[in-house]
């Protein structure tokens, strides 16, 4: 049941004004494209503006040059601190001229919010500051701290978040939403990733000799055989997780010759071939034996031959993260959603993987991924957000931090 206290915080949410911030953030291009000038910081700047417009505590950090990160603090510093967790950047619109509307317009038809970043999240984001005006302009004093972090570089190599832990700002953190569009959902567990790039090398020669050379095609071939082979081991080992299904290995790139090594030739036999191994874990598998396995088979292919050799390096290890249903953010959040919508709230997870892994997997803080916007959409032409669940959004984010935080008589 919504209390009179927290009826009057729901008050003071203006959807114009919400919906107006979801279109403006939206309007400025925030694709990592240090060529053309563009990145993160006139969107941080934005929100920066915004938090301080509502007296928050606000900080702005350079990560690497033109990609900040922008935290802002509201409360006592006393009791706990809840973390609203968004990213600033995102991924490229393609050719503008396949979609519909402008990608950066932000146009609204038929209760939808129409461009690049709309979805994947400036309405997230833009729906937990919202929700914070709310609390700060209501007057009402919290027992604990509300920490907006919109960070940089969310859909590269997260190093907006992993630069927000190295600063010591994780630490103070108790618990994180993670506004990532997922259609209002709690999903409370999200699949890891591990990035394996690897090489196998041979003897470059002429096509019509091959037996002066040795072809690098082959123990790949024999390679990525058993690299299937030890996907299935580990779906029989592992079986499925509750929201996240199975584990899976999958080739994402393979190349011969590998980049920067030439031009493919008809009639050349490259020296050697590239691949990039994609891996999304489970609780319960280890990358680190993971890896041991790869490398063996890797020697394995190129066994019995000194003309063959290869080499690897995992480029990136998020493990898999999973949050225990009975933690206050999680019931707040349930209850929540229960109290507006009148249903009980839809539990799923995140088949890849968010800045609250690293959040989870460096400081053991207790994340939930819950905002607006349809989860297939990110990424897509004609990406959009719909009005209704961005709205419903903020009110749950009012609700959640009011509850978790508590309230001063």
Known sequence: MITAIEQSVLSHIDDDELIRWVQELTRIPSVWRPEQGEGEEAAARWVEARCQEMGLETHFQEVTPGRPNVIAIYGQNQGPTLMFEGHTDVVTEGDPDLWTYPPFAAEIHDGRIYGRGANDMKAGLVAAMIATKAIVQSGVKLKGNILIGALCDEESGMIGVKDFVARG?????????????????????????????????????????????????????????????????????????????????????????????????????????????????????????????????????????????????????????????????????????????????????VPGSTDGTILHWKKNIPIVTCGPGDIHIPHHVDEWVSIEEIKTAARMYVLAALRYLGVEA
């Open 169 to 349: 700002w994780a630490d103070q953190v108790d618990a994180a939403i993670i506004c990532e569009p997922e259609e209002n959902h709690l999903c409370i567990a999200q699949k890891g990733v591990m990035w394996i790039h690897a090489f196998i090398y041979g003897v470059m020669a002429h096509g019509a000799m091959p037996l002066t050379g040795k072809n690098s095609a082959y123990p790949m071939a024999r390679f990525l055989t058993q690299v299937e082979a030890l996907e299935a081991e580990e779906i029989a080992r592992h079986g499925t997780y509750p929201h996240l299904g199975q584990p899976s290995i999958a080739p994402t790139i393979l190349l011969s010759p590998p980049r920067g090594q030439g031009e493919p030739q008809n009639n050349v036999m490259p020296r050697a071939t590239e691949v990039v191994l994609d891996f999304r874990l489970i609780p319960g598998q280890d990358p680190d034996a993971l890896a041991a396995r790869i490398e063996a088979l890797l020697q394995e292919a190129t066994a019995g031959d000194e003309r063959l050799s290869y080499e690897m390096r995992v480029l990136e290890v998020r493990p898999p993260t999973a949050t225990d249903p009975a933690e206050p953010v999680v019931t707040a959040l349930d209850g929540a959603y229960r109290d507006l919508t009148g249903q009980a709230p839809i539990y799923g997870g």
